[in-house]
């Protein structure tokens, strides 16, 4: 009780502090006029969404009395076609958040903002790589506004099997591949791992700052470290040590060929996301046996790691692009809104899934306080490795569409699987693709 006591009144006092840090900041002062700022965000039909959304617009509006907060509701099935309709009204909320950045700086939709993130010291907050990643031309035209980071599910019940310890939180992937190894009973069909994201998440981990395909916020890289993750993906899963079972074998085995098996406890490491934790924690246990403990990613030598990123911008044409600053900061992704979404999100009960993209230690903190004993262990590494969570680029990268079409109709990733062309072969060639990919598509983004 003491403490719940000194943390709210920890909060209080910054609450009363906030419009004198904010001139103090190093941006010019906010307004004292009477001003109304409009806002959109998707996930409105989550459990849990419509109240956080009402307590961040509340806490905003009593730290800035003179401001008025108004909620845009857009459909989020057609978001863009929405945005579409209200830009060509003249009627774009001050703050949204946006599907694909490049897009919005097409439309001409997005302020750029490095003014505010490189003067703001709450900005500084943020995990480095948020904002180098998410530069376009040398600029940032967006902000991360949550994240769902990758998160390991481990197979408690596999490890005792086959009496493999569980490694410590501070895990490294050799570590994680040498488990897999010892885990994979290909024979009983039960697997060591599952969802080789490799190509996604190896960049991050071992050059530290960089997306798939190696986004570093200027150009893509297919280099070693890319080399390296395709050819342990096609590893893996040629040599039975991934789960990767063919409809006719889970036809077989789990009496269904559409059978998902790492949701049937046939995989002893899983990468996913935040939102799978409720499957995991209730109907898979139910229906396998199988109890399930949640892990940070391991570590690769450059202590990063890729998270899926909601993007937000600043409407190029809003009237107050000072106070649509401080809201889209208030709504997102300012330590205080990540406080009052964590804990709205407990007080109705329902789990944090949408996780702060700032390393403030109060932060996870409070999240490592009140996780349960399952998810502990993700929330701990977070907070104690010192990990630079770098954002998913392909909603914020120049010529991703680009790449990842020639990437996909070659089917690199499947000759590559099938041994008919080794990663080294085309890695020039991709490099090559994607340097005019990015070219041709900041020459028309901003005229270069």
């Known amino acids: 009780m003491k403490k719940l006591l000194s943390m709210a009144m920890a909060m209080l006092m910054l609450l009363a502090l906030v419009p004198a840090l904010a001139e103090e900041s190093g941006l010019p002062p ?3 006029e009477n001003i109304t700022l409009t806002v959109a965000h998707w996930g409105q039909a989550e ?22 907060v108004e909620f845009v509701s857009i459909d989020q099935a057609t978001w863009d076609q929405g945005l579409t309709n209200l830009a060509s009204e003249g009627k ?3 703050v949204f958040w946006v599907f694909n950045v490049p897009n919005a700086v097409a439309n001409e939709w997005a302020l750029d903002i490095t003014y505010y993130m490189e003067n703001d010291p709450d900005a500084k907050e943020l995990y480095p790589a948020m904002v180098s990643a998410s530069k376009i031309g040398g600029k ?5 506004a949550v994240m769902f980071p990758h998160m390991m599910f481990m197979n408690v019940t ?3 099997q086959y009496n493999v310890e569980l490694p410590p939180v501070d895990w490294t992937w050799d570590d994680y591949f040498e488990l897999a190894d010892e885990l994979s009973h290909p024979e009983e069909y039960n697997f060591g791992v599952s969802n080789p994201l490799y190509t996604d998440l190896f960049p991050a981990a071992y050059n530290g700052n960089q997306g798939k395909f190696g986004w570093d916020g200027e150009k893509y890289n297919f280099d070693e470290v890319w080399i390296e993750a395709v050819e342990k993906r096609a590893e893996v899963i040629n040599n039975k040590i991934c789960e990767w079972m063919t409809e006719e074998e889970k036809e077989t085995v789990l009496g269904d060929p559409a059978a998902w098996p790492p949701g049937k406890g046939r995989s002893a490491m899983h990468i996913d996301w935040p939102w799978t934790q409720a499957m995991f924690k209730t109907t898979v246990p139910q229906e396998t046996g199988c109890e399930f403990v949640f892990y940070p990613l391991p570590l690769g030598d450059g202590m990063g790691e890729l998270a899926l990123v909601d993007n937000g911008v600043i409407s ?9 600053w401080e809201l889209a900061k208030w709504m997102s992704w300012g330590p205080m809104a990540a406080l009052k979404r964590q804990e709205t999100y407990r007080s109705l009960g329902y789990p944090v899934s949408r996780m702060p993209v700032v390393s403030t230690p109060e932060v996870w903190q409070d999240l490592v306080e009140n996780a349960e004993e399952d998810t502990k262990p993700f929330f701990e590494g977070v907070m104690n490795r010192g990990v630079n969570f770098v954002p998913s680029n392909w909603p914020i990268a ?8 020639y990437y996909n109709t070659n089917d690199i990733d499947g000759k590559i699987l099938r041994g008919e062309i080794s990663a080294a072969d085309v890695a020039g060639e991709l490099q090559a693709v994607a340097d005019q990919a ?8 901003l005229g270069e």
């Open 92 to 94: 774009l909320p001050d």
């Open 140 to 144: 940032n035209y967006s902000y991360p």
């Open 438 to 445: 990015v070219t041709d598509h900041l020459a028309t983004l």
């Open 316 to 324: 190029a044409s809003t009237a107050y692009p000072r106070e649509a």
């Open 47 to 68: 459990a849990g969404e419509p109240e956080v959304i009402e307590a961040l617009i509340t806490q905003f509006e009593e730290a800035y009395p003179n401001i008025n």
């Open 30 to 32: 906010m307004t004292t």
């Open 158 to 160: 596999l490890f005792e």
């Open 398 to 405: 120049p010529g991703w569409g680009t790449l990842e079409t």
